[in-house]
């Protein structure tokens, strides 16, 4: 009896251990509503991710737990990985008189190949909750559980959130990649609350202001040095969310969150805000 | 030596066998570290347990556009009807807005269908807050008047004053309810009547999420037949520091540079304060070879 008794708890344990080494440590049980209208418009395109991996340098010993090997489970976090990846990459109008950026922008601040957005990064997940995402530098853009779990208390775990925490986190790389020290702050932005920023105690920034069409597309990296020709971390976010609610073809569902992030950070996270408003206030 | 020698001995050592093992082999306590050993590039793709599929393009193809579904059910069956609807509305494209917005345009009079929406609206905010959000945008699209007493409900839920803290200071339940208050708010400003528009001037006031109070002023502004009367009522409201959300430059779907740029330029010159100071730092190029595989242009869609 005694020895069914500790063949039982061996194996309870190894069940326990086993459940982290399987699901990670976010919760990989559920996807949103945004999520699942993304994907089932392409209902898992392997040809996109058997691409995506290498673009963005997923690594399997770091995804392996995480469904780089079941890739085709939305509700595993590679897979929403490259959900977020495909939204960047097919879902822009890419409307020069419109758009704040183009496809091929917002791709090389993603994506993991170095030029003159920054140098080689690669993408790691992460299950540290104090953070949406972080760039460790020299070249590790890591997203964490509050943009990928479900049932986490946040707002953020969707598509075009994840998506903008790529391109938010590639600016800190294109910070380091030019030299600009985002302001110094404790997380890489400027200590707050600051001006028009509420976020206590780092998190702000500043907005450029620019015209749209002044960056021909593939041109959101250049700088000069002065706040005529620069973007912040959190602006190149703003911009990305505003051109996926106002200038894309994803679902509703998706455009709805973007337009929702996106004024949201324009409220409460710029110095000298608020920043661009992304449409209209017309509920639907 | 006999098998059965001190087996109390034997099962501890077992235990203690299966835990180091699983420890070492699974890193079963490694919760919420920041310390993340660099993996090496992948020579092996990921895969997946399912047979490849049709590419998007032939997806989006074979999709009927233009056809939600109805919203005419009454009593039990306009549960079913909603969620249906919210289902279709989240995967709309863009040039099936219209056919979403006649549809529930034409529902507002049904009580059973603008009830159904804050059921649904309840369920989700505990469990999925894209569909919260989105189900909010929808009853706030119909303009129905039975629809008032659950946004203004919605916009006066409690506000967390803590919760899950980022490193940088958001409180994630915060900033999920303040969206969800936002929207809540278009929707009582789009409903335009006296009460709707009372709620939405005290919360440009009162509520303590610049997010809602920032939604508030854009949304009263924007429902404005009068844009100067509007204008005059919400500064009197609006709190003396936040005065600029006031004239928060808004580019519009579909808007062109022609028509955005020039009010881009009368905000800078009326707000010169708004201008960035130049960036920190010494602007220098580190640029050093690639030493990465550029996978090339993606799959053709």
Known sequence: MKNYQTKTCCVVLMLFCLSFTVFGVCNQTTSSQSERDLWNQHACWQDFFLWQFRAYDVREGNWNNRGYFDACNVNLEYPKHWNAA???????????????????????????AGGNFHNHIFHLAIDDTSVFGRFTPPDQVKTSCLLYDNNTAGAN???????????????HAWNARWGYN???????????????????????????FHPVSVYVFGAMWENNGTASRFHSPTQVQVEFLCDVADQSTAPASVKVGARSDANARSAARFINGPGYRCGDPRPW | MSKNTNPAGQQLLLVIVSLVSLFLVTGCPGRGTNTTPEPTPSANGPTAKEAPGPAPSAILAGRTLHSPPGLTAKGEDAAKAVAAFIDWAGASLPEEQEDGRKALVAA??????VK??????????RSDHSRALLALALLGEMKSPAAEEFL??????????SGTRTEEGEILEQTALATLQAKAIDGLAYLHSKSADEEVLSQVQRHPSIIVRSEAISAYLWNQT????????????????????????????????????????AYLKAHPEVIAPAPEGQRQDYGKPDQTTNPGAPPKF
């Open chain 1, 86 to 112: 495909y939204l960047i990459t097919y879902k822009l109008n890419d409307n020069n008189d419109q758009s704040w950026h183009g496809t091929i922008d917002y791709r090389a601040a993603a994506e993991a």
């Open chain 1, 157 to 171: 775990n969707n598509p075009a959130s994840r998506a903008g925490d790529f391109i938010h986190e590639g600016w």
């Open chain 1, 182 to 208: 985002g302001g110094g702050g404790s997380c890489g932005h400027f200590n707050g609350p600051n001006g028009a920023c509420s976020m206590s105690p780092c998190g702000c920034d500043y907005f450029y």
């Open chain 2, 108 to 113: 507002r009079d049904n009580a059973d269908i």
């Open chain 2, 116 to 125: 159904a929406f804050t059921q649904e609206i309840a369920n989700a905010q």
């Open chain 2, 152 to 161: 203004r409900s919605f916009v006066n839920q409690p506000f967390p004053e």
């Open chain 2, 226 to 265: 009068n844009k100067d009367v509007g204008r005059r009522t919400l500064s009197q409201f609006v709190r003396k520091d936040e005065q600029r959300y006031l004239d928060q430059i808004t580019r519009q779907a579909g808007e062109r540079a022609a028509s955005f740029n020039p009010k881009l330029e």
